[in-house]
Nanobody, 116 residues
């Protein structure tokens, strides 16, 4: 059973940076891909960034050039570096993982608040 635990959220001013971490219990190699989703108040959860086991990445258009997803296989951790934050980046950020058998895992989330 895979468990995901996010950390690194908080309050930051517009233009600032945060780095989110997602610690994976169990081996990160058991996962086909991992990603970060976010959900703003009153809105649906949306994909922010994803990374495959091979290291391929994709990003939502709204964060391209500002956010970077990466993984540290030795630490079983996935990161989301967020720069040039905007007020519209505010929301709950959730770590997601896809197993090779198409099982989906979710973390409980971490809150990011960007003040303008």
């Amino acid at each position: 059973q895979v468990q995901l635990v996010e950390s690194g959220g908080g309050l930051v001013q517009a233009g600032g940076s945060l780095r989110l971490s997602c610690a994976v219990s169990g081996s990160i190699f058991s996962l086909k891909s991992m990603g970060w989703f976010r959900q703003a108040p009153g809105k649906q959860r949306e994909l922010v960034a994803a990374i495959t086991s091979g290291g391929s990445t994709n990003y939502a258009d709204s964060v391209k050039g500002r956010f970077t997803i990466s993984r540290d296989n030795a630490r079983n951790t996935v990161y989301l570096q967020m720069n040039s934050l905007k007020s519209e980046d505010t929301g709950g950020y959730y770590c997601n993982a896809q197993g090779w058998s198409s099982t989906t895992y979710w973390g409980k989330g971490t809150l990011v608040t960007v003040s303008s």
